[in-house]
């Protein structure tokens, strides 16, 4: 991604990736009724816990019906749920009620990740987020509109897209992301008082630490997420006779808007058998 050419973007981003790093540093926020753990839900030791309110539970269990209808989808719930070490909790409420969030993350002596916390909004089967940064899940929308997917769909995407943020900082090192948290405020800092030169040599230096610039970091960390997304699509519609179509789609807004991670999204069409069938090369 060329940086310099990306400035409204990246303004637009600082407050985002400062909000969202620091929840998930403090501790993500909702305003949900604590439930009891739902059935199946893993013991407090490890695995994965459901604490979902009773005035939430049946649009919760038609998402986790849908999400679970696929190889994938099953293949990472018994992961999580019988995982060694990690503690994932699911819950429902926060502000974003038509989207999700992950956080409340935590490692122990070893540098191993062994809690986190995905944050589901309370009308999740509803809304679609844009497609620059969220081209597998904005690609729905057309065929919601014709009928083609419902809301549980649309909801079984957007907890796929938290279990790729869950495995994005599971192989993240502790060190790299707590020092992500430490200098992204103080780059945000640099970057509005300098007008906006992301060519400042602190603000290299700084990014070469980070791993990237907080757009960057943002940005990757979003499109592991939408990998994951389209991982669980690929198995969800395979049979569909739309599929072609979805998967162009989404690979058109791969090209428009993500084409430094273009690969990415090719690996798993290729691995459908997409190259040949949906034109992904």
């Avoid at 970091?217 to 997420?225: A, H, L, P, Q, T």
Wanted: glycine share 8%; net charge positive; hydrophobic share 40%.
């Amino acid at each position: 991604m060329n940086v310099t050419r990306r400035i409204p973007a990246l303004l637009m981003l600082i407050c985002l990736f400062t909000l969202a790093t620091s929840a998930s540093a403090k501790g993500t926020r909702t305003n949900s009724t604590v439930g009891k753990p739902a059935a199946g839900a893993g013991s407090e030791a490890n695995g994965l816990r459901e604490i979902i309110a009773p005035r939430y539970e049946k649009r919760y269990q038609e998402w986790k019906s849908e999400f679970l209808s696929t190889d994938m989808g099953r293949a990472q719930w018994e992961m999580y749920a019988h995982h060694p070490r990690l503690v994932l909790t699911i819950t429902i409420g926060g502000k974003n009620a038509e989207g999700a969030g992950t956080g409340n993350y935590k490692w122990n002596d070893k540098g191993e990740l062994i809690a986190a916390t995905i944050v589901l909004g309370e009308r999740l089967d509803t809304g679609y987020p844009s497609a620059v940064y969220y081209p597998v899940m904005n690609a729905l929308e057309p065929f919601e509109s014709r009928q083609l997917i419902g809301g549980n769909m649309l909801a079984a995407t957007k907890i796929a897209h938290e279990f790729g943020h869950v495995m994005k900082i599971s192989v993240t090192p502790q060190d790299l992301y707590n020092l992500q948290l430490k200098l992204v405020p103080s780059y945000n800092k640099i970057f509005l008082s300098n007008g906006y030169n992301v060519n400042d040599p602190k603000l290299v230096e700084m990014a070469q630490k980070m791993g990237g610039n907080p757009v960057q970091i943002w940005e990757d960390r979003e499109y592991w997420g939408e990998a994951n997304a389209m991982l669980f699509l690929r198995d969800r519609v395979a049979k569909e006779k739309f599929h072609c179509h979805l998967f162009g789609k989404i690979k058109r807004a791969v090209e428009e808007y993500a084409k430094d991670y273009e690969e990415r999204f090719a690996e798993i069409a290729k691995e459908q058998g997409a190259i040949y069938t949906c034109g992904w090369r």
